[in-house]
């Protein structure tokens, strides 16, 4: 059953199957009651009734950031075919009734973000199915049930922001497969933290904080998983044991009376207001060598002992270096601080001993800002840890010059999951000062004739592809024009959705039955053929969900057009207008805004080069079926060279459009 089409909140079948069990009224009469006891003021269940229920094995409930209000009814617990019931983000009340535990096979349930109260029922013991639940930002008042912890594969169980109170249940660790667990602020005022909370089996994240929990911190062995641990603003006055959270585990304790002695249960560490705005410099797990930090190296002030090496008193000269991550994926940087040096470390094929991550903070963006040691390895040829302890240990020049290269080329290998880099410095003091720093990293001149003769045959090749493929496509992209004639019935003016100074909009279908916005190009129009090319080449290599996305285009018999996804709820400016029928709430325009702001904020830090939109207005911002915002037109947007040292833009910006946009636009394909 497709209960909502395309443009409206859904309930759809996953399976598209053709069980009639259970019977059709009973699915029937359900649904009805559930719309019933919706209120929709803005009317996006208008297509509730679409398709046939009998036909259903099973159900997808999905009306999320509708701004719907009313209850849950009971009657919902009738269908139990139902997988996923998505209520989040509206202004529901009332409780959860006891028949949701009638949804055998529910996967998930998200009523986060309403209004509701009450207790979370019993009855969800029940849903052996279910994966996610979801029930955070809400009113729900009493205990936990224990009966939660019998649910065999629940991956995510959020109950933060409520007003839940009592103990907290230690049956609930004997949730297997569970990764986070959040519960923090609730009023569990009074209540001890059960000491096998922190080895659950699978447990990534644990978030107990602002709740005032009393007694003991449990030291038990933590979950190999375990990378967060959140505990602040409690009244935990103890550690039962030692604590030993281990390197990549963020544990934090401020606002707690144990933290008053911080330095006597040597916990400093995990009690400051936060962890990674403070400068973490290495620590070394051999107690031999931390006997070494006290004293300075027998040389002078470049060399210091390598704290990451395995040979005692190790002593030699770094290389410091400024470096940024500029989007990393990742908002806290302890769970993934042994994995970035890996793959630093892999990229510069040097060994993990080898690097030191001296400090690191946050900056706005948001993006991560560290300080560097790159140290060299003992020679081989001392065999003894004395000889080594005596040796001034540095980089030879060859391979100073290697690694700077890699850093100014990048060379690194591309991830998506610390995203680009910036180098921000490379300081060569001391034994280094008489290191010659050269553009590249080869020597002499032959490597770049090679290099040039390369790169032009390569070129060449390129080329003479290009011309080929063009020549054989050529009778394909002259259809083109035709195409979008009768996409658009001859562009009739009855199929236009608006104009502005490139030319008119058309609403279009093709062939393959999928809804299109065919923007077509007037003579004399404001924009040419320069905003043209800008356009395509920018859209088809950027990619994101609150960017609009083109197409296809085309550019012959005297025609310019560009086609893009079609954004039925059009654009930001008609919602505003005085003249608008319908109108949006506060929680749809913040929405509106967000997605905008993310939109800039990929172009601006996250696109390589950057990107300056340059006409960010309420016309260029489109919306889509589910009024989620789409920046549109880069016809006079500029690519942005990367920014300086101080992380500002230079004065100058290269208005030079890169590549061929036939080929651009085809690699998309």
Not at 316 to 342: E, H, Q, T
Not at 387 to 393: K, N
Not at 536 to 548: A, D, T, Y
């Amino acid at each position: 059953m497709e209960g909502i089409d395309d443009s409206n909140p859904v309930v759809k079948d996953p399976n598209a199957s053709g069980s009639r069990n259970p019977p059709c009224h009973s699915i029937m009469k359900a649904l009805r009651v559930v719309k019933g006891r919706l209120i929709d003021p803005n009317h996006y269940l208008r297509n509730w009734h679409k398709g046939d229920p009998c036909t259903l094995t099973g159900l997808k409930l999905d009306v999320m950031w509708n701004g719907l209000t009313g209850t849950i009814p009971k009657e919902i617990g009738k269908l139990s075919s139902l997988k996923l019931l998505l209520l989040n983000g509206n202004k529901l009340s009332g409780s959860l009734p006891d028949e949701l535990g009638y949804l055998s096979n529910l996967n998930r349930l998200q009523v986060d973000q309403n209004q509701m109260s009450g207790p979370i029922p019993k009855s969800f013991t029940s849903l052996v199915k279910v994966k996610h639940l979801h029930m955070n930002n809400n009113s729900f008042s009493g205990q936990i049930p224990s009966e939660l912890s019998k649910l065999p594969i629940l991956l995510h169980l959020h109950l933060d922001n409520n007003y839940l109170s009592g103990h907290l249940p230690p049956e609930l660790s004997n949730l297997t497969a569970l990764s986070i667990f959040q519960l923090d602020n609730n009023n569990f005022s009074g209540s001890d933290i059960p000491a096998t909370y922190g080895s659950f089996y699978g447990l990534v994240k644990l978030d107990l904080s602002q709740n005032h929990l009393i007694g003991p911190i449990p030291s038990e062995k933590l979950s190999d998983n375990m990378t967060t641990i959140d505990l602040r603003n409690n009244s935990l006055s103890d550690i039962s044991g030692d604590l030993d959270p281990g390197a990549n585990v963020s544990l934090r304790l401020e606002n707690n009376p144990i933290c008053q002695n911080a330095s006597q249960q040597n916990i400093g560490p995990f009690c400051r207001s936060s962890a990674e705005k403070n400068e973490i410099p290495e620590k070394s797990k051999d107690s031999n060598a931390t006997s070494c930090y006290i004293q300075s190296c027998p040389f002078d002030d470049f060399f210091e002992y390598v704290s990451t090496s395995s040979v005692r008193c190790y002593c030699a000269a770094p290389i410091r270096i400024g470096y940024r991550l500029k989007s990393p994926s990742f908002s806290y940087f302890r769970p993934y601080y042994n994995k970035f040096k890996v793959y630093l470390t892999r990229s510069l094929e040097l060994d993990v001993s080898q690097l030191s991550i001296d400090s690191f903070f946050w900056e706005s963006g948001p993006r991560l800002q560290m300080y560097l040691k790159l140290f060299p390895t003992p020679n081989s040829s001392h065999s003894n840890t004395s000889e080594v302890q005596q040796i001034r240990h540095i980089f030879n020049k060859s391979e100073v010059q290697r690694i700077r290269h890699i850093f100014i080329s990048w060379e690194f290998p591309r991830t998506d999951f610390f995203g680009p880099y910036e180098l921000l410095n490379f300081t060569l003091l001391g034994p280094y000062s008489d290191v010659i720093i050269t553009n590249g990293g080869g020597s002499g001149s032959s490597k770049g004739i090679l290099a040039a003769i390369v790169l032009g045959a390569i070129a060449c090749i390129f080329t003479f592809s290009a011309i080929v493929f063009l020549l054989i496509s050529r009778h394909k992209y002259r259809q083109a024009p035709s195409r979008r004639r009768r996409s658009t019935r001859n562009f009739d003016s009855s199929t236009q959705v608006g104009r502005g100074g490139y030319g008119k909009v058309y609403k279009g279908i093709l062939g393959d039955d999928t809804i299109v916005a065919i923007k077509r190009a007037e003579e004399g129009s404001l924009q040419g053929q320069k905003e043209f090319l800008t356009e395509i080449e920018l859209l088809s290599r950027l990619h994101h969900r609150n960017l609009v996305s083109l197409i296809w285009y085309c550019d012959e018999e005297e025609e310019q057009m560009l086609v893009y996804e079609f954004m039925p709820n059009g654009t930001l400016r008609d919602w505003l207008s005085a003249k608008a029928e319908r109108t949006l709430n506060f929680s749809m325009r913040l929405r509106i805004a967000l997605g905008s702001a993310k939109s800039i904020l990929y172009l601006h830090t996250e696109a390589e080069p950057p990107i300056f939109h340059r006409d960010i207005k309420a016309t260029n911002i489109l919306l889509d079926s589910h009024l989620t915002a789409k920046v549109a037109d880069f016809g006079l947007s500029r690519l942005a060279p990367p920014l300086d040292a101080e992380g500002t833009v230079p004065e100058y910006v290269s208005t030079v459009v890169k590549g061929t946009p036939v080929c651009l636009i085809l690699l998309r394909f």
